[in-house]
């Protein structure tokens, strides 16, 4: 699992006047509002429409600002990546100063894997509003995506002292922790998340993970099915609790949930060979046959790695 937690959350732009209900648009403020009014009900397009009308019309530079923010935002809603940034740069070039621009830029830049434009960006949001927390934390998701583990950990302190309620940015801090190895550290942050948000599934995985990774067997298998109460067809899961089972011995536990982990997810070749060693070690020979020649075929790389054991039990040897 160990995935990162972004939190890109766009900031919409509204105006104080707004048309009577039912009223033709007229000024780029009512079209601004019908936007914001039909993106709120899932209309992109039809949003967009009215933002792009908005534009059209003589008004206030901030006005027009807001109409390319609230564009940008529908049209990232609709992952036209490209077009929200061009928005947002026009939002920018009419406010310099406004924050939300620069954040909302970097949002979709993160999200279009342009980690560097990300961190400029969001470090431009920072130098303007220093609380910005949600900018610490995904200036730290681009940071730990570039490999900047400690850059990142220092942003997502950062986002906690701004917001010490902030569950994403503890679970984003154990995510980093952990690819440090430091998981004592990792378990703190993630056990924080958890007690702020208790159905945090993907926290109680990766607490398991690090758990497993400290031989704490029943600890780990403990959160695993924590996650299973919480999201019961995810396949990342039970792989997890299958390979702390087959850790602690106890074969058949995890022969079933490499059954279920295959079950939810039919290409995953390591959970077929690891069946096959449990088949092989409970004698289940014709079984282990058939479940080595599915991972080999899904995944040819996987051969080599159990061609050692396979040749030891030959013949059913132990």
Avoid: W
């Amino acid at each position: 699992m160990l995935n990162i937690k972004a939190i890109l959350i766009f900031v919409l732009l509204g105006l104080i006047c707004q048309a009577a209900p039912g009223q033709t648009p007229s000024t780029a403020e009512d079209y601004n509002n019908r936007g914001l009014e039909r993106q709120s009900k899932g209309d992109l397009d039809g949003a967009i429409d009215d933002y792009t009308k908005a534009i059209g019309l003589k008004a206030k530079p901030s006005t027009i600002a807001i109409a390319y923010n609230n564009r940008a935002n529908a049209r990232a809603n609709k992952n036209d990546l490209d077009g929200a940034i061009a928005d947002y740069t026009k939002a920018i070039e009419l406010q310099p100063a406004d924050p939300e621009n620069y954040y909302n830029r970097g949002v979709s830049r993160l999200a279009r894997g342009d980690n560097d434009g990300a961190i400029e960006d969001f470090s431009r949001t920072i130098e303007l509003e220093p609380r910005f927390f949600l900018a610490y934390n995904n200036r730290g998701n681009a940071r730990k995506a570039k490999g900047d583990v400690d850059g990142a950990i220092t942003d997502y302190t950062k986002a906690l002292e701004q917001r010490p309620q902030f569950a994403e940015a503890y679970y984003n801090r154990g995510v980093a922790f952990q690819s440090k190895e430091d998981f004592d550290k990792a378990i703190r942050d993630y056990s924080a998340a958890i007690g702020l948000a208790p159905k945090f599934t993907d926290a109680f995985v990766n607490r398991g993970q690090a758990k497993q990774s400290r031989h704490d067997l029943d600890g780990a298998i403990a959160d695993y099915d924590r996650a299973l109460e919480l999201k019961n067809d995810e396949a990342g899961i039970y792989f997890a609790r299958a390979t702390a089972r087959h850790e602690k011995k106890d074969l058949n536990g995890a022969l079933a949930d490499y059954s279920k982990t295959i079950e939810l997810d039919p290409a995953s070749a390591q959970s077929y060979a690891n069946r096959a060693v449990i088949e092989t070690l409970q004698g289940k020979h014709s079984q282990a046959d058939q479940d080595f020649k599915k991972a080999f075929k899904i995944d040819p790389g996987l051969k080599a790695r159990f061609k050692e054991f396979i040749e030891s039990h030959k013949g059913g040897r132990p």
